[in-house]
């Protein structure tokens, strides 16, 4: 997608309601944006099916470009599933810092292909040695683990692909 | 995954195939409806805080995938019939739930049993949807069968450990699986509309899984301790629209909202 940076900016100020340090395009949610005039067109990918996240990020997007001067209309497109392997770089080390585990990357994920345990690295102290407390965390998108080393326990955002 | 066969364009401008996608539409969707509900029943109640947060995420994914198949449904009904009137506003015999998703919410053993019976038939399903020749149909198993994957991962650990675990667990859970199992074969029951989708190639045909179905889930019970129970006959009725004396109850909870504020909106 090649967007002029007034747009962008708009895109950049939305964020996820339940991550704030995630804006939209670096959720990786955005699909496809088209401008003709004073219209936007943006075609939104839903992450997980229940997330109640989706909708206020679909009124944000709104809010923002209204403010912006533009009149938005925002399409689902449910195909090609969202994967968490659409979250950028920039994104994955927001996550860290604010202190929730990025989902893991594709070569990292072979031990769980192989049915072993995943290599979560905790974010407060950096150690491998953590468990998984649960699979369902505080929302859609979050387990919960905990550090076996400073005890600290802390949010790992699904893998989803 | 490929589709079967792609969809004859002009397939759906017959008002017969047009009522009998939506009838199949919503007799896959009550499903989800019905136990999301069930589920939901549970927030703030499950026996410790990681169950009781992993029943709700779990009642959240089933909704959220409910809320696609009625917005589906709604297109092709008409101009003015939204998913909110095909969730809320109809009445028992019009739902197509199989009897197993209104089954109460007993004790644990029972939530878990219940979800596991029913997972693993989900996941088979949304599989085999990948094939099917409408396309928003398969975009809809693409999504679903992640978190459909997910969630047998917890029912079926869970029943593991209740099934592995202490006299009293072994004991409730195989309780459980007894009054439940007569449930599990209406999954796989056929309807006259789910008969012309299979035919279209929209629908995938469940019997011809029944038997995977049923090594899957005694493999399961075996390797767990449980004894797989033996049943004169199987439940039925629910693809029928004839509940349960459960049905009613969940419904007056569900419907309370939207006859109480008529048209009224998140």
């Not at chain 1, 997980?48 to 109640?52: A, F, H, L, N, Q």
């Not at chain 1, 968490?84 to 950028?88: A, K, L, P, R, V």
């Not at chain 2, 364009?9 to 401008?13: E, K, M, N």
């Not at chain 2, 629209?241 to 004396?245: K, N």
């Given at each position: 997608m090649n967007l002029p940076s007034t747009i962008l900016d708009v895109l950049e100020e939305?964020?996820?309601?339940?991550?704030?340090?995630?804006n939209v395009i670096d959720l990786g949610v955005i699909r496809d944006v088209k401008v003709e005039d004073k219209e936007v067109m943006i075609k939104l990918t839903p992450t997980?099916?229940?997330?109640?996240a989706m909708d206020v990020i679909g009124d944000d997007l709104e809010r923002a470009f209204a403010k912006a001067g533009y009149q938005t209309t925002i399409h689902l497109v449910m195909s090609p599933p969202w994967t968490?392997?659409?979250?950028?770089e920039r994104g994955r080390k927001a996550l860290e810092e604010y202190g929730v585990a990025a989902p893991l990357e594709e070569s990292a994920d072979k031990a769980a292909l192989l049915d072993g345990e995943k290599v979560v690295k905790c974010?407060?102290?950096?150690?491998?040695n953590t468990r998984l407390?649960?699979?369902?965390?505080?929302?859609?998108c979050k387990a919960m683990f905990q550090c076996n080393d400073c005890g600290e326990p802390f949010d790992y955002f699904k893998c989803l692909r | 995954m490929k589709p079967i066969r792609e969809l004859n364009?002009?397939?759906?401008?017959k008002e017969e195939n047009k009522e009998n996608l939506i009838s199949y539409l919503l007799e896959t969707a009550d499903n989800y409806l019905i136990l999301g509900q069930r589920l939901g029943e549970l927030c703030g109640h499950g026996p410790n805080l990681e169950p009781d947060i992993a029943i709700t995420n779990i009642a959240l994914d089933l909704l959220g995938q409910v809320r696609s198949f009625y917005q589906y449904a709604s297109q092709l009904k008409d101009?003015?019939?939204t998913e909110d009137d095909l969730a809320?506003?109809?009445?028992?015999?019009?739902y197509k739930n199989v009897l197993l998703v209104e089954?109460?919410?007993?004790?644990f053993a029972y939530i878990i049993v219940r979800q596991y019976f029913f997972d693993v038939y989900n996941k088979l399903f949304l599989n085999a949807l990948?094939?099917?020749?409408d396309e928003t149909l398969r975009a809809l198993a693409f999504k679903g069968i992640k978190e459909a994957a997910y969630h047998e991962r917890f029912s079926g650990d869970w029943l593991k450990r209740l099934g592995d675990g202490t006299e009293e667990s072994h004991n409730r859970v195989q309780q459980a699986v007894n009054d439940l199992w007569?449930?599990?074969?209406?999954?796989?029951h056929k309807t006259d509309s789910s008969r012309a989708m299979i035919e279209a190639g929209?629908?995938?045909?469940m019997l011809q899984l029944r038997e995977h179905y049923y090594e899957k889930v005694e493999n399961l019970l075996t390797t767990t301790t449980l004894n797989i129970p033996e049943v004169e006959y199987f439940q039925k009725g629910g693809k029928q629209?004839?509940?349960?004396?459960h049905m009613g109850r969940i419904l007056a909870e569900m419907q309370y909202m939207q006859l109480a504020y008529p048209g009224m909106r998140w």
């Open positions: 939305v964020k996820d309601p339940e991550i704030p340090v995630l997980y099916s229940g997330c109640p968490t392997d659409w979250i950028t974010t407060n102290c950096g150690s491998k407390v649960s699979q369902f965390g505080s929302t859609a | 364009p002009q397939f759906l401008t101009d003015k019939t809320f506003l109809r009445k028992e015999r019009e089954q109460p919410n007993t004790d990948q094939q099917s020749a007569i449930y599990t074969d209406e999954l796989f929209i629908a995938p045909d629209g004839i509940h349960s004396e």
